[in-house]
């Protein structure tokens, strides 16, 4: 057994002995303390115990490395907070685990006393702090603050998750407001974003874009994602920076995300919007820009950006779609003649739109029982009504089903051939609906 031990402390000593023939011929050379072979053998004798996982073994000889030559490797910091885990863990009792705690807390700070990182440790110290002394969540949450102040972009994905979280707890305690949380927020959101847009695809990236839905549902559900905040907030950072393409979509992405139609109706929302379609004009934003006036009941300005977003729209059949939700808007609006005009327009860049034939339907079924002022008039109607059903089911077989279930329900409404023949007219002949429909179809009856 002696004999296994002197060959020990003599391989230590060796390897000692060559860390500091490296060490001499090193341009930056480690600084070990005042007693140099000393700490060279204790940092030998640590680190083999650590590749061993023997923490309990490995601590006394790190410890004399922490105290005696702190400059010597980073490799102390590195090790030390696993070393002491096992300690914290494995503690006799709370007043032992408290003070093994201290000096875990410790490292962080000699660790960028030594060799610098500061974001990055200060980060890590925070992490250490939310697991033993969640208590002092105050504190973890300035380092989580100083440390991603610090990185910005190459703040560390825990650091990011866990400041959102301990920003929600602290503002359901009331230490925080809720513009704090939005504030923190949208500075963690548009991190993670610079983060996700410098990743090439794979896994890295999936965790990063992961990370941020988490982040953003935990901001969601909060109950600090209020409409009035955020326009508080965000409200004069707009005005006093109308150029700051940047800021102006970050404060669009957290309007967004709320999901608030509050949020979604806001003034704050609808200029943030079209500040961004001024620098970059696109279909898609001349949409969205669209929706938001609609949802604002501003149908002018809405008909000016549909018309945009079809204008730049390339996809004919993506352009129909547009015109056929705009359509839709203005049928549940009841401007019928509107919805039958845009409707009219989808078919033309799609013909076999049969969802758009159905929507003249149902616009000239509404909207067209006024249509004249005779008894005819009154049935004429459900004649133009089938025509757009048979032209829907000969265009679109996708809507064949629905446009039969139509058609048996406003056929139904033809009249017979008696009542024919006391409005005057016969069955076969052709037949002008008035008024703002001002079709031409032909005479039939139910029987």
Same mark, same amino acid.
């Given at each position: 057994?002696?004999?296994?031990?002197?060959?020990?402390?003599?391989?230590?000593?060796?390897?000692?002995?060559?860390?500091?023939?490296?060490?001499?011929?090193?341009?930056?050379?480690?600084?070990?303390?005042?007693?140099?072979?000393?700490?060279?053998?204790?940092?030998?004798?640590?680190?083999?115990?650590?590749?061993?996982?023997?923490?309990?073994?490995?601590?006394?000889?790190?410890?004399?490395?922490?105290?005696?030559?702190? %400059?010597?490797?980073?490799?102390?910091?590195?090790? @030390?907070?696993? /070393?002491? =885990?096992? #300690? *914290?863990?494995?503690?006799?009792? $709370?007043?032992?685990?408290?003070?093994?705690?201290?000096?875990?807390?410790?490292?962080?700070?000699?660790?960028?006393?030594?060799?610098?990182?500061?974001?990055?440790?200060?980060?890590?110290?925070?992490?250490?702090?939310?697991?033993?002394?969640?208590?002092?969540?105050?504190?973890?949450?300035?380092?989580?603050?100083?440390?991603?102040?610090?990185?910005?972009?190459?703040?560390?994905?825990?650091?990011?998750?866990?400041?959102?979280?301990?920003?929600?707890?602290?503002?359901?305690?009331?230490?925080?407001?809720?513009?704090?949380?939005?504030?923190?927020?949208?500075?963690?959101?548009?991190?993670?974003?610079?983060?996700?847009?410098?990743?090439?695809?794979? %896994?890295?990236?999936?965790?990063?874009?992961?990370? @941020?839905?988490? /982040?953003? =549902?935990? #901001? *969601?559900?909060?109950?600090?994602? $209020?409409?009035?905040?955020?326009?508080?907030?965000?409200?004069?950072?707009?005005?006093?920076?109308?150029?700051?393409?940047?800021?102006?979509?970050?404060?669009?992405?957290?309007?967004?995300?709320?999901?608030?139609?509050?949020?979604?109706?806001?003034?704050?929302?609808?200029?943030?919007?079209?500040?961004?379609?001024?620098?970059?004009?696109?279909?898609?934003?001349?949409?969205?820009?669209?929706?938001?006036?609609?949802?604002?009941?501003?149908?002018?300005?809405?008909?000016?950006?549909?018309?945009?977003?079809?204008?730049?729209?390339?996809?004919?059949?993506?352009?129909?779609?547009?015109?056929?939700?705009?359509?839709?808007?203005?049928?549940?609006?009841?401007?019928?003649?509107?919805?039958?005009?845009?409707?009219?327009?989808? /078919?033309?860049?799609?013909?076999?739109?049969?969802?758009?034939?159905?929507?003249?339907?149902?616009?000239?079924?509404?909207?067209?029982?006024?249509?004249?002022?005779?008894?005819?008039?009154?049935?004429?109607?459900?004649?133009?009504?089938?025509?757009?059903?048979?032209?829907?089911?000969?265009?679109?077989?996708?809507?064949?089903?629905?446009?039969?279930?139509?058609?048996?329900?406003?056929?139904?409404?033809?009249?017979?051939?008696?009542?024919?023949?006391?409005?005057?007219?016969?069955?076969?002949?052709?037949?002008?609906?008035?008024?703002?429909?001002?079709?031409?179809?032909?005479?039939?009856?139910?029987?």
């Amino acid at each position: 057994m002696k004999t296994k031990v002197l060959k020990m402390r003599l391989m230590l000593t060796l390897v000692a002995m060559l860390i500091a023939s490296v060490a001499l011929n090193a341009q930056n050379a480690p600084d070990y303390g005042e007693d140099e072979q000393t700490c060279m053998v204790q940092l030998s004798t640590y680190t083999e115990f650590f590749k061993q996982e023997n923490y309990k073994d490995a601590y006394t000889a790190w410890r004399w490395c922490y105290d005696n030559c702190p %400059a010597s490797t980073k490799n102390i910091y590195i090790h @030390g907070p696993t /070393i002491l =885990d096992y #300690f *914290v863990v494995n503690a006799e009792n $709370d007043e032992v685990k408290e003070r093994y705690i201290d000096t875990l807390l410790m490292i962080y700070d000699q660790r960028i006393e030594y060799f610098g990182e500061e974001g990055r440790v200060k980060g890590r110290k925070g992490n250490d702090i939310l697991r033993y002394r969640a208590e002092d969540m105050q504190a973890a949450y300035d380092l989580y603050k100083e440390s991603i102040d610090l990185l910005g972009a190459g703040a560390e994905a825990s650091v990011l998750g866990y400041f959102t979280n301990v920003s929600i707890v602290l503002f359901n305690d009331e230490v925080l407001t809720e513009e704090n949380v939005v504030e923190n927020y949208a500075l963690v959101a548009s991190i993670i974003d610079e983060q996700v847009a410098a990743l090439e695809d794979g %896994a890295r990236k999936d965790r990063a874009v992961e990370l @941020g839905q988490k /982040i953003e =549902d935990m #901001f *969601v559900n909060s109950g600090a994602a $209020d409409c009035n905040a955020i326009i508080k907030i965000f409200d004069p950072q707009f005005d006093a920076n109308p150029d700051d393409l940047a800021l102006h979509k970050k404060i669009a992405n957290i309007i967004e995300k709320t999901r608030s139609q509050e949020c979604l109706t806001s003034d704050l929302y609808a200029k943030v919007s079209e500040a961004i379609y001024e620098k970059e004009s696109s279909a898609e934003a001349a949409h969205k820009i669209a929706k938001i006036f609609y949802l604002k009941e501003n149908y002018d300005k809405a008909e000016t950006y549909y018309q945009l977003a079809a204008k730049m729209q390339e996809d004919e059949s993506m352009k129909a779609d547009l015109y056929y939700e705009f359509a839709s808007l203005y049928l549940n609006q009841r401007q019928y003649a509107k919805a039958r005009d845009y409707a009219r327009r989808a /078919i033309a860049a799609n013909p076999s739109n049969g969802k758009a034939h159905i929507l003249v339907a149902r616009a000239y079924a509404r909207g067209g029982t006024g249509c004249g002022d005779g008894e005819i008039d009154k049935v004429a109607i459900y004649w133009v009504v089938v025509d757009q059903l048979i032209k829907a089911r000969n265009a679109d077989p996708s809507v064949a089903e629905e446009a039969n279930t139509m058609i048996r329900r406003y056929t139904a409404y033809f009249p017979t051939k008696e009542k024919l023949f006391w409005y005057n007219v016969f069955e076969g002949q052709s037949y002008t609906v008035g008024c703002w429909i001002n079709e031409t179809t032909t005479v039939r009856c139910v029987d």
